[in-house]
Nanobody, 126 residues
Framework: QVQLVESGGGLVQAGGSLRLSCTAS???????MGWFRQASGKEREGVSCISWTGSVTDYTDSVKGRFTISRDDAKNTLYLQMNSLKPEDTAMYYC????????????????????WGQGTQVTVSS
């Protein structure tokens, strides 16, 4: 049974930083992993993903240069380092895993994502 458990969310002032973590259990080694977010009243959007080898990464335009995704397979953990946070980054952040890889993952529909975490809330105050 696959489980993805996020942590690291919280309340931070604009310009601050947070690091999200997602610990995976039971996940096969060759899955891409990523982060999605959903703000109140909005659709879920892809934020960033990383291939199972770590050689491919992708970011949505609004976070490029501010967020960095990484994975530590020895710890079965995915990270999202978020710097220069803005109020518009406020959302529930979800960890996700996809068998088909990182390419196209951010635009993938929910049915194309194999596993989801429960989410961690990030709130950025102005």
């Amino acid at each position: 049974q696959v489980q993805l458990v996020e942590s690291g969310g919280g309340l931070v002032q604009a310009g601050g930083s947070l690091r999200l973590s997602c610990t995976a259990s039971g996940l096969p080694y060759d899955y891409a992993m990523g982060w999605f977010r959903q703000a109140s009243g909005k659709e879920r959007e892809g934020v960033s993903c990383i291939s199972w080898t770590g050689s491919v990464t992708d970011y949505t335009d609004s976070v490029k240069g501010r967020f960095t995704i990484s994975r530590d397979d020895a710890k079965n953990t995915l990270y999202l380092q978020m710097n220069s946070l803005k109020p518009e980054d406020t959302a529930m952040y979800y960890c996700a895993a996809r068998r088909r890889g990182c390419t196209g993952m951010l635009a993938a529909g929910e049915r194309d994502i194999n596993y989801w975490g429960q989410g961690t809330q990030v709130t950025v105050s102005s």
